[in-house]
């Protein structure tokens, strides 16, 4: 950009007709960006900027720059606001479309997980390990139910594997922990357990990273987007209509 005109998609005015030609292109999301934080650092210089000429101080070129767009764009507060209606509609697909494949993936994840019938079979397991090894306990071996955070405590222990013997040496017993010695348990009575877990699981590895906070906010963003572009809209929409001039 080169001349405050060429910025005229974005700030609207009535320009020169010289600067008209080219000027209603519209503009890419980095420019529309750098603009408003040319306006946000000029904020509260509005009325310096257009004093007269005269009594106007020399100008740097942004100032210069922005004195020109001010006189032919309106006023200071108007063009602001314009900038960023423009630039919520020019980021509001991306970020939509970015909010909408994340959520699909979150929501195909959870259908898995529902629907799976490996993952129904890992629970019962890790819960019958669960009461055996505490059947001595009044209070834990009569577990009804398993947590997420119990499956990973099974994760991080470690028990020992059935012994392996190689060819001319002394049989090793293969450390393991016990979620994994579960999981072979049931892949040993049902071939097939293992591959069908992993498939169902697959999502989850996917949205592993997922920010519920974050994905919220980033929908409340959109809709203040939608508001905000809505809001000058409406009030367009109920505007009397201006009356025809009458004739003399």
Not at 125 to 152: D, F, I, K
Request: with cysteine; charged share 25%.
């Amino acid at each position: 950009v080169s001349r405050p005109s060429e910025l005229r998609w974005a700030v609207g005015g009535a320009w020169p007709p010289a600067d008209g030609a080219a000027a209603a292109e519209e503009l890419p999301e980095d420019t529309l960006e750098a603009l408003r934080s040319l306006l946000k650092a000029a904020a509260g210089e509005a009325d310096r900027l257009l004093c007269p000429a005269a009594a106007c101080p020399e100008l740097v070129p942004a100032e210069a720059f922005l004195r020109t767009l001010l006189l032919h764009a309106g006023p200071f507060d108007l063009v602001r606001t314009r900038v960023e209606l423009a630039l919520n509609m020019c980021t509001f697909d991306r970020r939509a479309s970015a909010s909408r494949t994340e959520l699909e993936d979150v929501l195909q994840a959870v259908s898995a997980v529902i629907e799976s019938t490996a993952i129904p079979m890992l629970l019962k397991g890790v819960l019958l390990l669960g009461n055996y090894v505490n059947s001595a306990s009044r209070a834990l071996g009569g577990a009804v139910g398993v947590t997420l955070e119990s499956l990973s405590k099974l994760a991080h222990t470690r028990c020992r594997a059935k012994s392996t013997k190689a060819k001319g040496k002394l049989p090793q017993r293969q450390q393991t922990n016990a979620l994994c010695m579960v999981v072979q348990h049931l892949e040993h009575a049902s071939p097939g357990f293992a591959a069908a877990l992993a498939a169902d699981l697959d999502g989850c590895r996917t949205c592993r990273d997922f920010d519920a906070a974050g994905a919220a906010a980033a929908v409340r963003e959109l809709e203040e987007q939608v508001r905000a572009v809505e809001a000058p809209l409406r009030e367009a929409l109920m505007a009397p209509a201006p009356s025809p001039l009458e004739s003399p």
